[in-house]
């Protein structure tokens, strides 16, 4: 019996049933596919907000800075353990961190200062990229700012616009000074978006009166080595015990754990977007196997073994299941492109905000392997566990039970 021309002709005696089947599951795989590239785009920009733009894969940190943030908490020989780390292939960027308040002409808010080595800090991190109005800090500039657009918001400045800071400096005194208005950032974080002010590290030390020494080394792994090993690396290169060096995900639990746990929660949506899809084919192929009662009796009347049949009923299915796939793939093509290249843009609802990490309002797909394989992995097996039973049905057909069949 020559099974699959059999199949292929079965397949097409009820066309419209058979078209609404392959129309089902090609609408829902194309969806999986789409949805899938744009999960992991979304789940890509997060883990990029993370680690590129504001923590970095791994922060050293003074052993009671994080508990107690002081300007006093500071790392000693800090740019000695940079030096270090850099002879090791990991880029590393010292941070002076303060806070103080800022006041403009109009009014005043509490501010986050970050002294940065500008040079340094590019290799780190990529916030010097999220510039939207004006320009990144120049170090001919040591009384230019970039401020969080929330914050120029809330003071009313525009670049150009001088504010004044106001803080204690690391001898007790008053510490003021007047700023200009470099740049303002776009969307990095809840906290940077409000308060944060960015200026040339001796512009730091010098409205502070501190010392040369960081609040907080960011750390950046190089491509070819994972984080557990990275962050073992960089814990054997500094002194435990007066230093906490932490990775991005012990740092942010939440959001680490959010990205682990996003595939699982992706393939669990699969699972029940399919379901709806087996039940539809569980029907047609029944309702196929009932319609044909008397004809799987002949076959077995002729000599034709259970399996066979069983096989005939399985390979209808596979074709059907075949010719969606062929027919999502086909269409995914253009809708993958536009995902990837130009995005949706979600700036008409202000953007997104996941844990306080603001994520850029243009959302892109990517294309992985993933983009393909779980969506069809998922399928093929629904579609199997669907088929098995109309197919089971069938070879267990008798030839007196056709007979008597209504």
């Given amino acids: 019996m020559e099974i699959r021309k059999m199949a292929w002709r079965n397949v097409w005696r009820n066309p419209r049933r058979s078209s609404v089947t392959i129309a ?7 969806m999986m596919i789409l949805f899938t590239s744009f999960y992991e785009g979304f789940l890509n920009k997060m883990e990029a907000n993370i680690i590129e733009v504001e923590i970095g894969d791994i922060q050293i940190h003074e052993r009671n800075y994080r508990n107690k943030p002081s300007i006093y908490n500071s ?3 800090s740019e000695t353990i940079a030096n270090t780390l850099e002879s090791l292939n990991y880029q590393t960027s010292e941070r002076l961190l303060g806070s103080g308040l800022v006041a403009s002409d109009e009014t005043s808010a509490g501010a986050s200062i970050y002294g940065i080595n500008i040079a340094a800090d590019a290799d780190v991190s990529l916030v010097y990229e999220r510039v939207l109005h004006g320009q990144w800090l120049d170090p001919t500039e040591p009384r230019g700012v970039v401020i969080g657009r929330l914050l120029a918001r809330t003071l009313d400045v525009d670049v150009g616009d001088e504010i004044i800071l106001l803080s204690q400096a690391y001898d007790g005194s008053m510490a003021n000074d007047l700023f200009s208005v470099l740049g303002i950032l ?36 190089p491509a070819d080595v994972d984080l557990p090993s990275a962050l073992a690396d960089v814990k054997r290169a500094t002194d435990l015990s007066i230093l906490e060096v932490k990775s991005w995900r012990e740092l942010s639990p939440v959001l680490a754990s959010l990205v682990d746990s996003a595939l699982q929660m992706l393939q669990l949506g699969f699972l029940v977007i399919y379901v709806a899809v087996v039940i539809l084919l569980l029907n047609a192929m029944l309702m196929a196997v009932f319609e044909r009662v008397r004809e799987f009796g002949i076959l077995k009347a002729i000599g034709v073994s259970p399996v066979s049949v069983m096989l005939l009923i399985l390979t209808e299915g596979a074709i059907q299941t075949a010719v969606a796939i062929i027919l999502a793939l086909v269409l995914s093509a253009p809708a993958l492109w536009y995902l990837v290249e130009v995005g949706i843009d979600l700036g008409a609802i202000g953007g997104v905000s996941v844990m306080g990490m603001t994520l850029d309002p243009v ?21 199997i566990l669907g088929i098995l039973y109309p197919a089971f049905k069938a070879a267990r057909i008798t030839p007196l039970e056709a007979i008597h069949h209504q």
């Avoid at 089902?24 to 194309?30: I, K, N, P, R």
């Avoid at 040339?200 to 960081?214: H, K, L, T």
């Fill in 24 to 30: 089902a599951m090609t609408f829902s795989l194309l």
């Fill in 75 to 77: 790392i000693k020989d």
């Fill in 186 to 221: 776009g969307p990095i974080s809840e906290r940077t978006d409000r308060s944060g002010i960015f200026m040339p590290q001796q512009s730091y030390i010098e409205f502070f009166s501190s010392r040369r020494n960081a609040h907080r080394l960011v750390v950046r792994r």
């Fill in 363 to 383: 959302w892109h797909g990517v294309i992985s392997a993933k983009t393909f394989s779980m969506p069809l992995t998922t399928m093929l097996i629904v579609v």
